[in-house]
């Protein structure tokens, strides 16, 4: 396809990012090194303080890594980082019980320390600090499981991350390991940084937001349950995105509430006028009611967001598989490519459950007419009179529609257990992990 970006300019990026994110969650660790240095203690106490220091600096950093700030994502794509953002919380939470474990290791007497009833405080707020970290570690992981809605969950995240932050504060530097001012002065500078972030995400991007609304202009039903709503600006020149991207959506609310949604552009980045299009299939609380939002009903939009874009991926071929709404992404893609007069040959895999579940197939037969595009529909339930592939998108599938397999640059896109399923097919054929490129519809 004809616009590029580097793809070197992202990986020259993703070093420094890499390089920024180790130096800041080494600083409270270099900081405790720098001289002046209280008196020589035993080498595994040293190492026990060294691991919490270590702990600290990553809680820290989960601020920057968690924040909705595309720049920082953007060389590495938002599922990767909030799958590294997931590990290095276990990974804190690991040094985080390492550090008192080695403690008392070193002096068995310690063990007091853990008694929040007698033990002084600083120890307290370490005990406190394991727990809420815990605490929120596993409210994440078994969030379905426990039942707890994704805006309490979020809501009640944001507010526990700042909680362990002052704790581990409060404990870090209560506990005359920084002897010196100047240090403790340093270490609450660099743990302001990361409420400076906190604030920049509930405050400071709501106000950017309230200066440029959207207004939806047009709703328009897809198929049963999956709607497209054009968003326009209002007194504004929109946004630009690459085809593949994402927004966060606050629909007929205020952009200070939790109540945001992240989205695909279905439209062509091209379009006049900054305004654009989502594809919304109804699913839970708040997209079941996503017909209900008429023309005129006032948006707020955080975006663009994300790596899913061909424009990162130069080939000769590009195979697109959807699985249900994860056509919209792909939508953006094709009519992208189709406004672009781009020749280069796009196989598109797009199974559904039913043939009215299949959003866009006289778009993309018109489109196949203006570019080298040939689609493959896959229906589970399929009508009697269908005479295209039917179950879900195999391996075998997969062969019969594009021919070689390694031909093709992937984008893969749809809900968790099918682009694992359509991915382990992919590798089982012999096609290079690196040449697929995923979008999962879920965050958490
Ligand atoms: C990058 C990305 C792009 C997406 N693009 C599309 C799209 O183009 N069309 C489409 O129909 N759907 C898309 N989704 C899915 C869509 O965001 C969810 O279906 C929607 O947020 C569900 O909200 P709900 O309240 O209706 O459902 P719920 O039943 O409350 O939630 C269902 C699941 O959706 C996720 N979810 C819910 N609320 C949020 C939220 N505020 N932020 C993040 N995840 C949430 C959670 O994993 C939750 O378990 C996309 C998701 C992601 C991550």
Known sequence: ?????????????????????????????????????????????????????VALGILGTQFAVAARIGRLKAPYGVDA?????????????????????????EAPGRIGLLNVVTAPWPARYAVATVAVLAGIIATSLWRRKIRLGYETWHAGHGLAALVILVLAALHATGTGIYTDDWKISALLFYLAIWVAILGYIRIGKPVAQLRRPYRVTRVERESPDTWTLTFSPEGHDGLRFRPGQHAWITLGRSPFSFEAHPFSFSSSPNREGGGFDMTIKELGDFTSTIGTYGPGTI???????????????????????????????????????????????????YGAATREDLVFSAQLDELSS?????????????????????????????????GSVDAYEYF????????????RSLEDLGVDKRRLHYERFEIA
Request: hydrophobic fraction near 50%; charge should be negative; charged fraction near 20%.
């Open 1 to 53: 396809m004809a616009r590029r970006s580097g793809e070197r300019a992202y990986r020259t990026r993703a070093a420094l990012g890499i390089a920024i994110y180790l130096a800041l969650a080494f600083a409270p660790l270099s900081l405790m090194l720098l001289s002046p240095l209280g008196p020589a203690r035993a080498p595994l106490q040293e190492f026990a303080v060294a691991l919490g220091f």
């Open 81 to 105: 980082v909030y799958y590294f953002h997931r590990r290095m919380a276990v990974v804190a939470l690991g040094l985080a019980v390492a550090h008192p474990a080695l403690l008392i290791a």
């Open 299 to 349: 948006a707020y939009v955080d975006g663009p967001f994300g790596a899913f874009t061909t424009d990162r991926h130069p080939a000769t071929r590009y195979a697109f598989i959807a699985g249900g709404v994860g056509i919209t992404p792909l939508m953006s893609m094709v009519r992208d490519a189709a406004d672009r007069g781009d020749e280069t040959p796009i196989s598109l895999v």
């Open 370 to 402: 203006r570019i080298d595009l040939a689609t493959t529909y896959v229906l589970e339930d399929p009508p009697q009179d269908w005479e295209g592939e039917t179950g879900i998108i195999t391996g075998e599938v997969l062969e019969r529609s594009l």
């Open 412 to 423: 893969i896109c749809g809900p968790p257990a099918m682009i694992d399923g359509v991915a």
